[in-house]
């Protein structure tokens, strides 16, 4: 059974930090991995999604790497501002025709970004 | 705008009552899916439904139930069966039967359920 792993489970720095969140996947047969922001009381926003065959997405100060055969992907997010503050998500789809676009998630990680 | 629609924003439900939640969605896609999401936790699996009146359990079922009548609509009903309710909802759906394996899944703004 798929397992998601986010590493940490909380993150605060300040403003214009650069920084890194973790996430692991126990099964490496995925078609793609979905990286999610969600602020509090809301909905999930889609922020990159990495195909299996790819190694990394870029969207502005956002960079998502993926090694499908170690089972890892990381979020880079670059000068960091308040407005990042968030919970960020992080879920794989599997690969097969019976997955029906499932998506398996991860805990997520909540990040504070200070002042 | 294209997007997903719930309601309401926020239930209450006494104990012994079911209670349904609404999803909408404009955006044409086939798929769509109920997650639950509990604090500090991510989100799971309560039922998906790849097309019309064809829907399917996913790994947190019980004590839940839902209907595909039409494919803009994905109503989930949480019954007196289910022993903890109180979570934030969460509707998704996603163009799955043009094959492709790049299409993302697409989020509501969610509904929050507390037990009185």
């Known amino acids: 059974k798929q397992e998601v792993t986010q590493i940490p489970a909380a993150l605060s720095v300040p403003e214009g930090e650069n920084l890194v969140l973790n996430c692991s996947f126990t099964?490496?047969?995925?078609?793609?991995l979905q990286w999610f922001r969600q602020d509090p009381g809301k909905g999930l926003t889609s922020l990159l999604l990495?195909?299996?065959?790819?190694r990394e997405q870029t969207s502005g100060r956002l960079n998502a790497s993926l090694d499908k055969s170690s089972g890892r992907s990381t979020l880079y997010i670059a000068a960091s501002q308040p407005g990042d503050s968030a919970t960020y998500l992080c879920?794989?789809?599997?690969?097969?025709?019976?997955?029906?676009?499932?998506?398996?998630f991860g805990q997520g990680t909540i990040l504070t970004v200070h002042p | 705008d294209g997007g997903i629609t719930q309601s309401p924003k926020y239930l209450f439900r006494k104990e012994g009552q079911n209670v349904t939640l609404s999803c909408e969605q404009n955006?044409?896609?086939?798929?769509m899916y109920w997650y639950r999401q509990d604090p500090g936790q991510g989100l799971r699996l309560i039922y998906y439904?790849?097309?019309?009146?064809?829907?399917q359990k996913g790994d947190i079922a019980e004590g839940y139930s839902v209907s595909r009548e039409k494919k803009e609509s994905f109503p989930l009903t949480v019954t007196s069966a289910q022993k903890n309710p109180t979570a934030f909802y969460l509707c998704?759906?996603?163009?799955?039967?043009?094959?492709?394996?790049?299409?993302?899944?697409?989020f509501g703004p969610g509904t929050r359920l507390t037990v009185l």
């Open positions: 990495i195909q299996s065959s790819q």
């Open positions: 998704a759906s996603m163009d799955l039967l043009s094959g492709s394996i790049y299409n993302e899944q697409f």
């Open positions: 879920a794989v789809r599997p690969a097969g025709g019976t997955s029906y676009g499932k998506l398996t």
């Open positions: 099964d490496s047969a995925i078609y793609n």
């Open positions: 955006l044409n896609h086939d798929a």
């Open positions: 439904s790849q097309i019309v009146n064809d829907f």
